[in-house]
């Protein structure tokens, strides 16, 4: 394996998720008392904890592909590698969209890497993947 990266969700993300399922939480305790609240606020945190590791993004570069998540490409199929920044990722997503593009972003990472795909077969023009660690992951795709 030369690279992987895991991105998970962060902590403020967590957090709101949290309070929102809290609040049934205690319409639950209000409704029917300590017992079923309990039962509720365990429920609710294993299932925060459930998206926390299922919402994970997971990157690896070997020798032979690329995997992100379930999608995998050989690195013969991958032209060129554009770094992106905040704002690119945002135009990339949005406005300058191909529908037929893959797209593996995640809203709460700021940073991606457009990595245009050369297989005439393929229709899929470009792969846009969300990353904390965009130098790496180019470096570790070029070697």
Do not use: C
């Amino acid at each position: 394996m030369r690279y992987r990266e895991v991105i998970h969700a962060p902590l403020w993300l967590l957090a709101i998720i949290y309070f929102f399922l809290l609040s049934i939480v205690i319409s639950i305790w209000a409704a029917l008392g300590n017992n079923p609240a309990l039962v509720a606020l365990a429920a609710v945190t294993a299932l925060l904890i459930l998206f926390y590791f299922k919402s994970a993004l997971i990157i690896e570069v070997d020798e032979k592909e690329l995997r992100v998540g379930a999608a995998h490409i050989e690195h013969r199929f991958i032209g060129d590698i554009v770094n992106l920044d905040n704002e690119a990722v945002r135009r990339v997503r949005t406005r300058d969209a191909d529908p037929t593009a893959h797209l593996a972003i995640r809203f709460w990472a700021s940073k991606g890497v457009q990595l245009f795909v050369n297989d005439e077969r393929d229709t899929t023009p470009y792969w846009l993947i969300s990353t904390g660690k965009a130098l790496e992951l180019i470096k570790a795709l070029k070697d």
